[in-house]
């Protein structure tokens, strides 16, 4: 997930370290790297989106929570007949889990609200460069988007959203990655035709962002 430039000869992050230990797992689990890890996450992650649409957030998680817990507890006393018939001691069967770190450094949550706040400033600057019509043409593409978002609110709820995001989330980067040189094609046409039928509405309506010289001349009028 580095780009080129961020990585060194080994593939070891060099400028973003802390994004990169965050990116690259997520990157391993959406192309499907490790099948049977990917299909764990999806699987977990699907039924307990489809079980929040359907049931409370509350009941899903005590239920959740009671069934991991469930689990641990039979395996731990299982573990502990086997050794006390096999006379072995193996010792805490999550003793592996239990001596890892999951705490965070204080580097790493101020670099994570660094890029957070950075993302932030810099969607609340697009916000008010589109609601405030910086450039009409960019205003009005938003104005289509949020009209077709109206019909989509209409089709579906926000939790069947997120159920297709998240199946998006682990199908489409898979198939854009096998039909990456097909894919390009046809969305450089689609970018092309986008961008010709916008310089003809430029041309119609000249009324939005104004060339950078034309902008200086008027400053030293």
Same mark, same amino acid.
């Given at each position: 997930m580095?780009?080129?430039?961020?990585t060194?000869?080994?593939?070891?992050?060099?400028?973003? =370290?802390? $994004?990169?230990?965050i990116?690259? =797992?997520?990157?391993?689990? $959406?192309y499907w790297r490790d099948?049977?890890?990917s299909?764990?996450?999806?699987?977990a992650g699907?039924?307990t989106?489809v079980?929040?649409?359907?049931?409370?957030?509350?009941?899903?998680f005590?239920?959740?929570?009671l069934?991991?817990?469930?689990? !641990?507890?039979?395996?731990?006393?299982?573990?502990?007949? !086997?050794?006390?018939?096999?006379?072995?001691?193996d010792? %805490?069967?999550f003793?592996?889990y239990?001596?890892?770190d999951l705490?965070?450094?204080q580097e790493?949550?101020? %670099? *994570?609200?660094?890029?957070?706040?950075? %993302?932030?400033?810099?969607? !609340?600057a697009?916000?008010?460069r589109?609601?405030?019509v910086?450039?009409?043409?960019?205003? *009005?593409?938003?104005?289509v988007?949020?009209w077709?978002?109206?019909? *989509?609110?209409?089709?579906?709820?926000?939790?069947?959203?997120? *159920?297709?995001?998240?199946v998006?989330l682990?199908t489409? =980067?898979?198939?854009?990655?096998n039909?990456?040189?097909? $894919?390009?094609?046809?969305?450089?046409?689609?970018r092309t035709k986008?961008?010709?039928?916008t310089?003809?509405i430029r041309?119609?309506?000249?009324i939005?962002?104004k =060339?950078?010289?034309? !902008?200086?001349?008027?400053?030293?009028?």
């Amino acid at each position: 997930m580095c780009t080129i430039g961020e990585t060194g000869q080994n593939g070891v992050c060099k400028q973003r =370290p802390l $994004i990169c230990s965050i990116l690259d =797992p997520m990157e391993s689990l $959406i192309y499907w790297r490790d099948v049977k890890k990917s299909g764990i996450v999806f699987g977990a992650g699907l039924v307990t989106l489809v079980a929040i649409s359907s049931f409370s957030v509350i009941s899903v998680f005590a239920y959740l929570s009671l069934l991991a817990l469930f689990g !641990t507890v039979a395996f731990r006393i299982y573990k502990s007949v !086997t050794q006390a018939v096999q006379k072995t001691n193996d010792g %805490h069967p999550f003793k592996e889990y239990l001596e890892l770190d999951l705490t965070l450094s204080q580097e790493k949550v101020q %670099h *994570i609200a660094g890029v957070a706040v950075a %993302h932030l400033n810099g969607f !609340t600057a697009e916000l008010r460069r589109l609601f405030l019509v910086e450039d009409l043409i960019d205003s *009005i593409k938003f104005g289509v988007i949020l009209w077709v978002f109206t019909y *989509i609110g209409a089709w579906f709820n926000g939790m069947t959203l997120v *159920i297709l995001a998240f199946v998006s989330l682990f199908t489409l =980067p898979k198939v854009y990655e096998n039909n990456k040189q097909s $894919i390009d094609t046809y969305l450089d046409l689609v970018r092309t035709k986008l961008t010709e039928i916008t310089d003809k509405i430029r041309v119609a309506i000249p009324i939005g962002k104004k =060339p950078v010289a034309a !902008t200086e001349s008027e400053k030293d009028k």
